[in-house]
Nanobody, 114 residues
Framework: VQLQASGGGLVQPGESLRLSCATS????????MRWYRQAPDKEREWVAAITGTSNFNVADSVKGRFTISRDIAKKTMYLQMNTLEPEDTAVYYCNIDTVYGSCWGQGTQVTVSS
């Protein structure tokens, strides 16, 4: 299984971005897919999760601004990020957790700055 995150970039405060996490390979027994982020000099933190049955949850820090979703046919997970703030600046990573183990993508940089 491989994960490829994309969609990051440089935006101004208040703007939006949509991150994608494309999966490849045979995936069996998905427990959850998650987004994490890591800002400079900070620990990696959980941002959002969607389960194999499409239940989802987001961290309090992004609730009301970020939405997680997935397209099963395209084998892709998304993170729609609205009303971005400078505090959202980080490298965003996607993760998949299956009954056979966990796998990480390579990360995509999101920079929010005026």
């Amino acid at each position: 299984v491989q994960l490829q995150a994309s969609g990051g970039g440089l935006v101004q405060p208040g703007e939006s971005l949509r991150l994608s996490c494309a999966t490849s390979g045979r995936i069996i027994g998905i427990k959850a897919m998650r987004w994490y982020r890591q800002a400079p000099d900070k620990e990696r933190e959980w941002v959002a999760a969607i389960t194999g049955t499409s239940n989802f949850n987001v961290a309090d820090s992004v609730k009301g601004r970020f939405t997680i979703s997935r397209d099963i046919a395209k084998k892709t997970m998304y993170l729609q990020m609205n009303t971005l703030e400078p505090e959202d600046t980080a490298v965003y990573y996607c993760n998949i957790d299956t009954v056979y183990g966990s796998c990480w993508g390579q990360g995509t940089q999101v920079t929010v700055s005026s």
